[in-house]
Antibody
Framework: QVQLQESGPGLVKPSETLSLTCAVS????????WSWIRQPPGKGLEWIGH???????NYNPSLKSRVTISVDTSKNQFSLKLSSVTAADTAVYYC????????????WGQGTLVTVSS | DIQMTQSPSSLSASVGDRVTITCRAS??????LAWYQQKPGKAPKVLLF???RLESGVPSRFSGSGSGTDYTLTVSSLQPEDFATYYC?????????FGQGTKLELK
């Protein structure tokens, strides 16, 4: 069974960089596509971007200028960095897997709440 | 990007009712559509993919249909555990987008 677990600071100051890591178990990160998705409190889901097993990335254009997703195959994990955050970036951040870029997300992490506040 | 419009945004129903949720894409998505169920404080869980294929372990009271731009999720006989929020998601475009969600509440 594939399991994903997000980790990182729960509080980030405005204008700083949000950094999260997703540890993957039960599957090799050297296969599939690995995404970050967020959900502001009480709102819907927004896809942030993904990274492939080969390290190629694709980002939501609305966030592209601030987002970096990277992978560490030695630790079987991938990471998200979102720069210049504001209160609008407050959300539950999920990591998720899609076996292929043209299929659905099949496994999700439990999510982690990140609050942007001074 | 492809816009996904779900309706209704909320729905009140009783145990045993049959309910239908609709999702409309701003362009054709060739059945590249998934439906997710989300309960409070939990991650979304996939119910159906490819518009009508049931994910393993999902009860058969859930079904999906549609083509082109219009898709539906039907629950044939609501059970207490089905009261949750439902999202559609298209993966036809590499810019994945979700519907705004339908909150299914107990009447």
């Amino acid at each position: 069974q594939v399991q994903l677990q997000e980790s990182g600071p729960g509080l980030v100051k405005p204008s700083e960089t949000l950094s999260l890591t997703c540890a993957v178990s039960g599957a090799s990160i050297s296969y599939s596509y690995w995404s970050w998705i967020r959900q502001p409190p009480g709102k819907g889901l927004e896809w942030i971007g993904h990274i492939s097993y080969s390290g190629s990335t694709n980002y939501n254009p609305s966030l592209k200028s601030r987002v970096t997703i990277s992978v560490d195959t030695s630790k079987n994990q991938f990471s998200l960095k979102l720069s210049s955050v504001t209160a609008a970036d407050t959300a539950v951040y999920y990591c998720a897997r899609a076996p292929h870029p043209t299929v659905n997300f099949d496994f999700w992490g439990q999510g982690t709440l990140v609050t942007v506040s001074s | 990007d492809i816009q996904m419009t779900q309706s209704p945004s909320s729905l009140s129903a009783s145990v045993g009712d049959r309910v239908t949720i609709t999702c409309r894409a701003s362009q054709g998505i060739s059945n590249s559509l998934a439906w997710y169920q989300q309960k409070p404080g939990k991650a979304p869980k996939v119910l159906l993919f490819a518009a009508s294929r049931l994910e393993s372990g999902v009860p058969s009271r859930f079904s999906g249909s549609g083509s082109g731009t219009d898709y539906t999720l039907t629950v044939s006989s609501l059970q207490p555990e089905d009261f949750a929020t439902y999202y559609c998601q298209q993966y036809y475009s590499a810019l994945y987008t979700f519907g705004q969600g339908t909150k299914l509440e107990l009447k």
